[in-house]
Nanobody, 123 residues
Framework: QVQLEESGGGSVQAGGSLTLSCSAS????????MGWFRQAPGKGREGVAS????????DYADSVKGRSSISMDKPKNTVSLQVDSLKPEDSGIYYC????????????????WGQGTQVTVSS
């Protein structure tokens, strides 16, 4: 069991930046992989970025590569996602996800999910 709580969503103008944070708590085993996924209205959920607690290896979706950064604060068990040069197509509900074991990556199955935080990018 892992409890995840996201924060940092909101409304942003296109071209702006946003930082999302996710805190993990109430776990028996500390999450090894953590990631961010998003879902736009009428679309399926897609991976945005993930990070490994073990070696810090990251994985980014092509849609955000080069303008986003995921980081992990190990002592605090938090993961943050910064996205720059925001576009309207970045809008959606952003979900934090975690997995106890690796390997990590956006193509892996994540067992634990947060409630999500809304991001709206206006043009």
């Amino acid at each position: 069991q892992v409890q995840l709580e996201e924060s940092g969503g909101g409304s942003v103008q296109a071209g702006g930046s946003l930082t999302l944070s996710c805190s993990a708590s109430n776990y028996t085993y500390r999450p090894f992989c953590m990631g961010w996924f998003r879902q736009a209205p009428g679309k399926g959920r897609e991976g945005v970025a993930s990070i490994s607690r073990g070696n810090g290896v990251t994985d980014y979706a092509d849609s955000v590569k080069g303008r986003s950064s995921i980081s992990m604060d190990k002592p605090k068990n938090t993961v943050s996602l910064q996205v720059d040069s925001l576009k309207p197509e970045d809008s959606g509900i952003y979900y934090c996800a975690a997995q106890i074991i690796g390997p990590c990556g956006l193509d892996r199955i994540y067992s634990y999910w947060g409630q999500g935080t809304q991001v709206t990018v206006s043009s």
